[in-house]
């Protein structure tokens, strides 16, 4: 492409499923720096907490239903025209 310039046919695009942003792996590490140092220094309330936290955390994410999101064929197309047109990825 970067040597004959875009081709004068338009590619098919088809409907992808992408997963949405989330916080689960932040919060989860928060709770295990909490639970390492609770664990280095011998306090157990805050590990039974730290380790309670994170499991809560897990759970709430591995039952949640709403973790993927669609993106239309035509919101593709609109994305990788504006790329091609702009010389620049479309997430920009």
């Known amino acids: 492409m970067k040597r004959r310039g ?12 992408v997963p949405r942003n989330s916080a689960t ?3 989860v590490a928060f709770f295990a ?3 390492g140092f609770s664990l280095i220094w ?8 730290g380790f309670l936290a994170i499991l809560v955390t897990v759970m709430v994410f591995g039952w949640s239903e ?3 999101r669609e993106i239309p064929a035509n919101e593709m ?3 990788e025209r504006g790329r091609l047109s702009l ?4 997430w920009r």
């Open 77 to 79: 197309a609109r994305m």
């Open 42 to 49: 011998y306090i157990w309330w805050l590990v039974i907490f």
């Open 87 to 90: 010389g620049r990825p479309a």
């Open 66 to 68: 709403n973790r993927q």
């Open 25 to 27: 792996g932040f919060v």
């Open 6 to 17: 875009p081709s004068a046919a338009e590619p098919v695009y088809e409907t992808i499923e």
């Open 33 to 35: 720096v909490v639970t």
